[in-house]
């Protein structure tokens, strides 16, 4: 657990640039897009990753490094199920990932006027 902890913060502290580096030159964003549906990221993450409050964070258009999101994968922080490389490769995540970078973030929700009609503010 120690070693988990302390690959975890040093996955994060490479910052961008370097997960950049780790994610393999040829990601596929579209085997990303068909993976994040049929592996079932969807269900609990939504269908573009913005994620929802009582089934998973927003991925879409993530800052986490490449290592730090495999890791989750590999070996989840909390609620979700781990999903190990004979299940998804490391390639395929890495193409999950890159389909997630090239989302745009979420909309604020004050730009929502369907939130805003019901008092989001
Ligand atoms: C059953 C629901 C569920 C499924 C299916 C699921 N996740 Fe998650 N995911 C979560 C939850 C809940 C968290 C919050 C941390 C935790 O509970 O481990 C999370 C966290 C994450 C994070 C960390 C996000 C952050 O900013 O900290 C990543 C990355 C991630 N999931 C990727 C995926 C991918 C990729 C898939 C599909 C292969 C997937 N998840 C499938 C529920 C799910």
Redesign the pocket.
């Known amino acids: 657990m120690k070693i988990f902890a302390i690959t975890l913060l040093a996955g994060l502290s490479l910052g961008a640039g370097a997960a950049l580096a780790q994610q393999p030159a040829a990601a596929n964003i579209e085997n990303g897009k068909k993976?994040?549906t049929t592996?079932?990221?969807y269900?609990?993450?939504g269908t573009l990753g913005n994620g929802a409050a009582i089934?998973?964070?927003r991925?879409s258009n993530?800052e986490?490094p490449f290592e730090a999101?495999l890791m989750?994968?590999r070996q989840?922080?909390?609620?979700?199920?781990p999903?190990e490389a004979k299940i998804?490769s490391d390639a395929t995540?890495a193409d999950?990932y890159a389909y997630m970078k090239s989302l745009p973030p979420s909309p604020d929700a004050k730009s929502l006027p369907l939130l805003t009609g019901m008092g989001v503010k």
Not at 76 to 81: D, L, Q, R, S, T
């Open positions: 993976h994040f592996d079932g990221c269900q609990c993450h089934s998973g964070p991925l993530t986490l999101f989750q994968l989840p922080a909390n609620e979700m199920p999903y998804i995540v999950i």
